[in-house]
Each structure stands twice: as structure tokens, then as C-alpha cells.
């Protein structure tokens, strides 16, 4: 079974970048999608196809793939970013979705 | 717009068969292309991808969970029914039903209900 790895935590001042990253075996060959979840909400899609960003999404937002890690990047860090952050692909060898093991960001 | 809804018991008791709908609008099952799939969340941890049906009624399921799962659609009536048999208390979690969007090869979430908690127990 395919497994994506986040980081279960990254903390940033705000002004500053966030990087959170996600691992997995050869997961530059697939699209990843990206979501924010904040407490006692449902996620939002922030980034699809490894760096598209939904109506909506400030271009704060940005995403990168390859080899073995995709990375999502979030410039000019605010309070409202503070949230849990997951990774998503689509294993085609065993015909279902993933999602990563999430990321806690806090804005110190 | 697009909105969904799930519905369903909030409490089950062990070795019970757990029954969710998801009711949606602003889109048709019946649209080539088209999915909705279900994802759950115990709390304080990560999304488990759960299972999706297809527009053309093709379906896929979790690995780990495919003995237990049945999706089927209602199109007419616009919902998506999940079950799941057997429930244990490690099953408790949000359960939340979503819209796939994107290519044959790939596929994401881009809207999803509120969810709904689901606690099992004697």
C-alpha cells in the first residue's frame, strides 16, 4: 500500500515561509492535491495537480513535485494559516486515494 | 455551487452495520466524470480515504476496508449511501462525503460537507 510522510509539525513566525513536505516512493510520477483543515471545519483544497491553485486560494499558496517528495509552500506566513495540512494522491497501481499522515502548522 | 451533506446515526453500537447518506446538489451523477467519494477522521488524527462511486456506477474501495464497505448511488434522488458492517469503536470518526473533480488519472476532493461524528459504543 502506498504511504505518504508529512512532518507532524512545522511552526513559522508570521512574514516568514512555510515548507511542508511530503514523501513518497517515485510521488513525482503522480499528481498531488493539497488541503487545509482548520479545527472543526471540513478541509478546503488548496493546491491541485502538484501546483494549481483553486479560485480562491491566495497566491500565498504554491506547490512543487519530485523524485520522492512533494512540497507545499505557503510565503508570507498569517495567523489565519494556522491549520492541519494534508497531501493526496491517487495510487493507480492499487486503484485507490491516499491521503499523507498531516501537518500541524503554527504561527508562532 | 456545489454543496453536500452527510446524515445518519450519530451513535452505533459494536458488531452493528453503520448507514451514512450524503445528499448533494449543484452537480448530477449522472455528468460523465463525475464521483463522490467518502473519507472519515477519528478524532484528533488524519483523513482515511474511505470509498468512491463513479458516475458510470464503477466503484472503488479502501484496501484495508473493502470487506466491509458498500457504496452504492441513488441519481434521482441525488445521494450517495455508504455502509459499513461490523462497526467497532476504533471506527469512531467524522465521516465526511466529498466531490471528486479532475482526469481520469488523477483525481482530488474540491468540495466537501460538514461531516458528520460517528461514536461507537456499547
Known amino acids: 500500500s502506498y504511504v505518504l510522510t508529512q512532518p507532524p509539525s512545522v511552526s513559522v513566525a508570521p512574514g516568514k515561509t512555510a515548507r511542508i513536505t511530503c514523501g513518497g516512493n517515485n510521488i513525482g510520477g503522480k499528481s498531488v492535491h493539497w488541503y487545509q483543515q482548520k479545527p472543526g471545519q471540513a478541509p478546503v483544497l488548496v493546491i491541485s495537480y502538484d501546483s494549481d491553485r483553486p479560485s480562491g486560494i491566495p497566491e500565498r499558496f504554491s506547490g512543487s513535485n519530485s523524485w520522492n517528495t512533494a512540497t507545499l509552500t505557503i510565503s508570507r506566513v498569517e495567523a489565519g494559516d494556522e491549520a492541519d495540512y494534508y497531501c493526496q494522491v491517487w495510487d493507480s497501481s492499487s486503484d485507490h486515494y491516499v491521503f499523507g499522515t498531516g501537518t500541524k502548522v503554527t504561527v508562532l | 455551487q456545489i454543496t453536500l451533506k452527510e446524515s445518519g446515526p450519530a451513535l452505533v453500537k459494536p458488531t452493528q452495520t453503520l448507514t451514512l447518506t450524503c445528499t448533494f446538489s449543484?452537480?448530477?451523477?449522472?455528468?460523465?466524470?463525475?464521483?463522490v467519494g467518502w473519507i472519515r477522521q477519528p478524532p484528533g488524527k488524519a483523513l482515511e480515504w474511505l470509498a468512491l462511486?463513479?458516475?458510470?456506477?464503477?466503484?472503488r474501495y479502501s484496501p484495508s476496508l473493502k470487506s466491509r464497505l458498500t457504496i452504492t448511488k441513488d441519481t434521482s434522488k441525488n445521494q450517495v449511501v455508504l455502509t459499513m458492517t461490523n462497526m467497532d469503536p476504533v471506527d469512531t470518526a467524522t465521516y465526511y462525503c466529498?466531490?471528486?473533480?479532475?482526469?481520469?488519472?488523477?483525481?482530488?476532493?474540491?468540495?466537501w460537507g460538514q461531516g458528520t461524528l460517528v461514536t461507537v459504543s456499547s
Open positions: 462511486i463513479y458516475w458510470n456506477d464503477d466503484k
Open positions: 466529498a466531490h471528486r473533480a479532475g482526469d481520469d488519472s488523477s483525481g482530488y476532493y474540491d468540495n
Open positions: 449543484g452537480f448530477s451523477l449522472s455528468t460523465s466524470g463525475v464521483g
